[in-house]
């Protein structure tokens, strides 16, 4: 009886909210339900059935594809390290500095507030359209997002053996080679893969906005109004995420065994 009473106030409280919602934004349903009309004959007769480029632009959506890849790949890959790093200082159990801890956290934390999507604006008046937009923008929200959960990570491991190293004497490299790293390994492995799957959906829509990548050529199909082959290359990206997803997923399955 009481869950049911929860389930109804629950429901009650979405409606209300909606309803709070729409009038705030001054969305209107019932606009919406009327230009339906008007949404499925775009999808049916401009985006429908997908269409081919032209064969000789087909090697440069694949290079773009291929170009997205490297970038989600490399941009995760140097946030990693970089984050391994300051990460060891954000954990009060292992940093020399324990004082400084919170500092490193609350940074991280304000760097992984801003979307990438904000970052690769911030960083297009500065480096232009291409990869390099991307590559930094990627890299910087990456970053911040592992160091929190390499902390994490760290904070769950026993103490016990970084405890007995520093009572024999263990410098802190020492204490992170031997005790660290062994223990935290196939977390940070688990926490490097997802973000890797994160950065291949996030690095298409930062291409769409000069980060370059399958994300620009998509946009520039969609500036120039041919639809049908810009949805051929949105199937392209969902196989290319469906594809990593699937591979990244395998892979920590394996590593948490």
């Known amino acids: 009886m009481i869950s049911k009473k929860l389930y109804t106030g629950f429901l009650i409280l979405c409606v209300v909210l909606f309803a709070v919602c729409t009038v705030l934004t001054d969305f209107s349903p019932m606009t919406l339900f009327a230009n339906s009309d008007a ?33 989600a ?20 159990k292992v940093s020399p ?28 008046s500065s480096l232009g359209i291409g990869t390099g937009v991307g590559f930094v923008a990627l890299c910087i929200t990456s970053f911040a997002f592992m160091v929190r959960a390499f902390v994490e990570t760290m904070e769950d491991v026993s103490q016990d053996c970084v405890e007995s190293l520093q009572a ?18 196939s977390g940070f492995l688990s926490w490097f893969l997802y973000c890797v799957e994160v950065n291949i959906r996030a690095s298409t829509i930062v291409g769409m906005v000069g980060g370059g ?22 199937l392209l990206i969902a196989v290319m995420v469906i594809a990593v997803d699937r591979v990244t997923s395998k892979l920590r399955k394996e590593i948490l065994k």
Do not use: H
Not at 79 to 91: C, E, K, N, R, T
Not at 99 to 108: P, Q, Y
Not at 111 to 123: D, M
Not at 170 to 175: D, G, K
């Open 97 to 124: 500095f324990p004082r400084f801890a919170k500092i490193v956290r609350g940074f991280a934390t304000f760097l992984r507030n801003i979307p990438a999507l904000v970052w690769a604006f911030i960083l297009f």
């Open 213 to 234: 990548g399958v994300g620009l050529t998509l946009f520039s199909y969609i500036k120039s109004f041919q639809y049908d082959i810009a949805l051929s290359i949105i």
């Open 73 to 92: 790949m490399s941009a995760t890959t140097v946030a990693a390290i970089l984050a391994f790093v300051v990460s060891l200082f954000g954990s009060e």
């Open 39 to 71: 949404f499925w004959e775009f999808i049916t007769e401009d985006f429908l059935p997908p269409a081919l480029p032209k064969a000789s632009r087909i090697p440069g959506v694949f290079e773009s594809v291929l170009v997205t890849l490297a970038l």
């Open 168 to 185: 024999v004497g263990a410098s802190f490299p020492q204490r992170v080679a031997q005790a660290i790293l062994p223990s935290c390994l």
